[in-house]
Structure formats: C-alpha cells, structure tokens
C-alpha cells in the first residue's frame, strides 16, 4: 500500500468526507458526485453526458481541489492535435548551448483531467486521449512516459449539438469504467445554485485527501472479497445483455445489437466492491452489482435500429436484464 | 481490531444458520401446506363422490388414503429435502436483506486466497453478528390467503360429502347381508352334503356327482362378494343338476317298496305287519322258498298268485324287483324249490338295490330341501335389505309399489296381492336383486288379483302313472295252459294323460322342478324369474 497509515476503516470516512465536500459545491446531484467518486476510487474514467452548464467543469474542478490534486482542462475541437493533449518534443537549449529536444508535457499529465465535449474532436484526437486513459501512460517519440498517478479522466459530450462532431466508437467507449447522466437541476436545487453562485459568498474548499491516499483506497477497493454466487451473478448480468443469451429478456432480444463487453462485467464487480466499502460492508451483495448496473453498462450496450426508431433507451433494456428472475438463482 | 482469520467467529455462525435452517424448512412446509391442501381435498373430494357414483367399501378409509399420501409427501418435502447451509445463507441473505453476508462468510472460511488487507475476518465477524440478530419470527411467514381459502372451500365440500347420507352404503350394506347369509347357506349345505354322504352308497355314481356339485355350490357360496343374483343362480344351477339325479316317482317309488316290504313280511309271518324294511323283506322272501317244499300244490299256488299280484303293484315303481318277484312266482308255481331259492335271492337283491335308490333319492330330496331353505334364506336377506333401501328412498316420491300382508314362510299362503301397479317415482330399490319381495304371493301379472293356496287344497296333476316316461305297463292277463299269468309288457302311448286330483304337496317338486328349468332355459324372462321363484317358495309345502 502506498500510503501505510491507511486502513479499511478509514476508506468509508474519507470517501464520504470526499464527497460531502464536494457536496458543499454541487448542488444535488447526489447520484452524479456518488458515481464520479466510485469511479476515481475504482482507478477507471467517467464519460458524461448533459446539456451544458450542470456543473461538469465545477465538479471534476471541486474534485481535484478536495483531493489535492492536479487538475486541467482540456476543450475538444475539430482542430485540436493529438500533440496538443499529450504534448511534444521542443527544440531548446541545455546548459551547455546545445540545441536538444525537450519533451513539453500536455494537459493529460494531471491527476483530474476534463475533457470538454470529447465527440467534437476528430478521431485521431481522440483515440490519443484514449490510449492515455487506457494505459495511463503517453508515448512520444519512442519514449513512453507515465501519467502521474492518481489518474482519472472526466469527459463530456453533448447529446444535442451532434452536428459537425465525431461519436466515439463503441471500442473507445467501452473504456470509460461509467457513462453517467447529468440530470438537469429541480427547481429547489436551481434555487440552492442561484444562491451560492450569484452572492457573495464564496466556499473556500480545503483538502481532505491526497493523490497517494486515493491511490491507497483504489488498491483496498480491489481487494474487498466477493463471494463465488456473486461473481457468477455478474457474469449471467453482463451475459444476459446479449440477445443470443439464454436468459435474455425479450427486450434484449428484440432491440439489442451487441451486449456489455467483458470490461462491463469488471466495471460493475469493481464498482460493486467500492459501493460495499462505502456501505460499510466488507463482502459485494448482488444489490452492489444492480446499483452499477446502469452507469456501468449504459453505454456498451449496443442498439439496433429499431431501438433507436422506438426511443428504446439502454437503461430500460438495463432495467430488463435486471428484472429476469433467472438472474438471481 | 477486528478479529483475525485464527479467531474465526464461524463456530458461531454454523449452529445458528441450521437453526434458522430448521424454522426455513418449516416455513416452506407450511407454505406447500397452503398451496396445496386444495389439492388434495380435491382428490378426497372425488373419492367421496366416486364412492356415490359406484358402490365402495370403506369410503371413508379411501378419502382418507390421498390425504395421507398428501401429508407424508408434505413431511417428507419438509424435513428430507436438501437444504445445505450454504442454500440457508443465500435465502436469508435474500429474505432478510442481509446483503449477501452469510453466504459469502461461508465462502470465505473455506477459501485460501491471500488475503493481505485482513478483510475475511473483517467479513466473518461482520456476518457472524449479523447472524446473531437472527429471529425466527423475522422470516416471512404469512402464507397466500386466496389459497387457504380455496383449500377451506373444497375441505367444506368434502366433509359435506363425508356426512351427508350415501345412497351406496345402503348397497353395500345389501351385500354384505347377503354375503353373510351366502356364508351362512355355505354351512348349511356343507351339513346337507355330509348327510347326503353318510346316508347313501358310497359306490353310486349318482351319488358321487349330487356331492361334487354340493362341493361347488359351497364353494361358490363362499366365494360370493354379495351378489344376491350370483347366490340365486348359482343356487338354481345345483338344484338343477341335483334335479336330474332325482327320479319323479321316488315317492311312488318308495311308497310302494314299503308296501310291499310290509306285505312280504306279513306273507312270510301270517301277520301283518303295518311296517317293513326291505331287509326284513328280503329275508321273509329267502325264507318263502325254504318252506316251498313243505307246501302243498294250492298253497304253492297261492303263495304264487299272491306274489304276482305283489309284482303287478311293483311294476310302476321298480320293473326289475317286479320282474324278479314274478320269476319267484313262477317257480314257487313249478315247485322248484332251487329255482324258488335262486329267484329269491334275486329277489332280495333287487329289494336291497331299490332300498339304496330310495335312500339315495330320499337324499337328494333332503338336499333340494335344503337348497330350497337357503334359497328362501338369501331371497330374505337381500329382501330385508331392499325394504329398508325402498323405504328410505321411495319417501316422498309417490305410491306405486305393492301393498299387501305378506304371509311368512311356513304359514298358510293369504297372501294378498293389493299392490297398484305402476306409480310415480321411481326407486333404486326396484332394480336392486331381491326387491320387492316381501313375502307376499303377489302375481306380477295379476297384481290385484288374491292368490289363494292352500296346503291340503287338492290341485290338478298330470298323471304321475306307469303311463308317463315310458315305463313299462304290466297289464294282467289271461291265465297260460301251465296256470301262469300271462303278461304283456308293452309301451304306454305316449300324450294318454289321465287326469286326477291329488294333494297338490305330491306335485309342488313336479311343478317346482318344471319352473326352474323353464328358467334354466330363459323361457320366463330374468325379471320374473325372482317371482316364479317366491312364487314357489310360498307354495312349498315344507
């Protein structure tokens, strides 16, 4: 363990003392900071996805600041180069005159990064960014250079301007570890927004973890033990996702192209062990797999086009996965 | 600090899950109790109305049996169907939310996987204290109410059927009446055999055969499930063939051989004698043809004319004894005294030969007697039994069936037929074996017409003479050259009936035997059949 004061018992503390300080700024969104959290602990990404102006950019800026870590931002465009989020070799000047390549690190070399409406980005782009998520390491010029950790990737895409944008790929989505909805404020909750946003208060965040504490809790979430019938649970989960399953449901038979990939199993089994922890358990119940169901599977679930003419959403094929009564044997 | 893996809290855990195991297993068995004991009332329920459809010995006891069968396979699902420790935990991680504790504290107590953070014992004191809360009372115990409703509904119906009245126990109570006299005429015929073979000859064929067919009426008596119809036929089918080894002139028959064994004696000792047997007979006859030589030529000739007249009464009953008495007379005239000897033995062969026949037809008589009683004794029992039935199903569906004041056997037959035929409603009792009769002379087809008889009353007969059968007919003649009686023997015509009056008790078996084998032969239809039969069984005058 990174750091060796940390303990189980203090996991659950310093996870909920995360998250009511980042609660303190996010106004509701119970569920969103939740998740966000789970996925940090869990060493994996988040893709978000909502309208403008919920507050990405002020969470992932208020998470950084409670963690005590670097955070950037980074603003997909068409236009933007690999090299621009990875960086790239300059021509400089060393001590002695020389002319020598000094590598110019890019805005993923932080621990929090927000990538702004990642579908705007060309492919190219974004399968740089990809790869960093993925092996959490950058290679330039035949150097592979690692990412600092912790490491935790927050992008975003806008559901409605989808002219003029690049879709992720299924293969790169099935990287993100959560696809988590922004649900638009209620009005008690745009009311509590109006009032810290437009006074004159200002809430003054101070840090109640590092990086090499959140380190430390992502290697205690994965070793949380998990009983046989529940792994086999989540595999018959992650299996019933795929309309040629046995124990399909009609839906998933009906509207489904391609189910949940394997790193959808390990994503809810991963994300079931921190609801766990966070619940004060020391075992993952099957109840922790249904709970990281939607965000972990909503978007590696694949719909055929009678889905998309239907307004079939993948959380209700989710909902019907879950409901199969074969599940639970 | 939590507790380590060498402090495992299992040994806690274990004796608590089987506990909860044991309640688990009662809560499922009483749920299977709910859901199904609809079913199986449903089956108790058929039984009871399949025993009101056909006749079934002990209803009840059968209603019972699923019942049974339902509650062992209840108690066996309970206590006998695998329920593991590990499917313990897993129900009541489901049941109780316990978030899947003890079933993975199970697992881990097992598992050898490293476990360098220490979250095992973490978990397993986690799930032992969990299971320590653990109540019984905090399982689910409420059971589907629709369910026990349908069950109450169909056991309501059931013991409706268990407690209402059954037309079929008064059936089954016929039978079993029935079965027991069938039992009873069992035994008593088994006493008429065994007096059939002690009083007769052991070397009769005849003999041998009325004690087979005995033998097989026994048996089938026995054997009989209460089928009054079966006892009757069977009955008929014996008396049948006991008819056939019966002679219709053995009372002639006998009546003669004692007359002339009475008259043989009295020759022989110059008394008369009221009585004789044909012992005493045939040694009066040995002892006539001794004394032949001490007789003068007048006697001699009397004592010849004397025994052909004696042959002339014999001839109708026993041709052979008359032909043997004429062959004696015939030497006592010739004087022969060794021919006289030789004819006597004869003689006094043939006596003993017809003693036998007398004596064996005397006790196929006493067996048709007695087959005869018992068929009057089951007709009476399954008649005792269709009144109780015809009572208890004709009230309050119409007049109809007979009335009248039936005369008991034994009595004089003032039977008087009042019953109004037809009538509404009709009853079960009707088409059950030995309904309606109820001792009364009722003539199905004369139904209110008095049937009057009379034991001593005097009835038309057709003559029961030499005529009949075609015995032969010994007429005296005239008188030979030598002074022998000439006798023609010759064949009675047969249809010359002679008619006469005569104690109707000396042709009832005539008349009886007749009825019984018109229906041996199906020519009275087997719906009258039981009334030929009381019909007769009244007039017996026995």
Partial sequence: MTNPAFTIENFRTTATTIEAA???????QQALVRHTLITLLAGGNALLEGVPGLGKTVLVRT???????????????????????????????DEQGRRVFRFEAGPIFANLVLADEINRATP??????????????????RTTRPIPAPFFVLATQNPLEMDGTYPLPEAQLDRFFFKLNVPYPSVEELVAIADRTTGRDSRDLKPVADGPTIVA???????VPIAQHVTLAAARLTRATHPDDDHAPDVVRRYVRYGASPRGMQAIILAGKIIALLDGRYNVAIDDLQAAAYPALRHRIILNFEAQAEGVTTDAVIEAVLNTPALAA | MPTTKNESPLPDLRPRLATMGRYLRLRDGLRLVVRTLWLAMLVVVLVELAARTWPMANRHLWALVPLGVWLLGVLLYTWLRPLSLYAVARRLDAELYLKDRLATALELQDSDRPDPLAFYPRQLAD??????RLKPGALDWQVSRQKLGWAAAVATVALALVFLPNPMDAILTHRAAVQAA???????????????ESATDPTSEERAQALAELERLMAALAANPGDLDQALADLAKTQAQL????????????????????QLTALSQGESQASADTAEAGQALQELAASLPGLDPSAQTDLADTLDRLAAQTAAADADLAKSLVDLANAVRNGSAGEALQAAGAAQGALAQASQNADLQEALAQAQNALNDSRQQLAQSGQAQSQGQAQAQTSGQGQGQGQGQGQGQNQQGQGQGSGQPGGGGGTTANQLPGANRTGRAND???????????????????????????NPDFVAGQETEQGQTLIREEQSPQGNINPSLVPYRDVYQTYANAAAESMDRDHIPVEWQDYVRDYFSQLDPK
């Fill in chain 1, 22 to 28: 980042v609660g303190e700024v996010i106004v509701g």
């Fill in chain 1, 63 to 93: 998470l950084a600041r409670v963690i005590d870590c670097d955070f950037s931002r980074i603003q997909f465009t068409p236009d933007l180069m690999p090299a621009d989020i990875v960086g790239t070799n300059l021509i400089a000047e």
């Fill in chain 1, 124 to 141: 190219k782009t974004q399968s740089a960014m990809l790869e960093a998520m993925q092996e959490q390491s950058v290679t330039v010029a």
């Fill in chain 1, 217 to 223: 809790m992502q290697q205690v979430a994965r070793a």
């Fill in chain 2, 127 to 132: 799930a032992a204290a969990m299971a320590r």
């Fill in chain 2, 182 to 196: 069938a039992q009873q005429q069992a035994e008593a015929i088994r006493a008429a055999r065994n007096e059939l």
């Fill in chain 2, 243 to 262: 008819r056939e080894l019966q002679s219709p002139a053995a009372t002639a028959r006998q009546s003669a051989l004692d007359q002339l064994a009475a």
């Fill in chain 2, 444 to 470: 199905p087809t004369q139904p209110n017409r008095p049937a009057v008889t009379g034991q001593l009353d005097t009835i038309y007969a057709p003559n029961a003479g030499p005529h009949l059968n075609g």
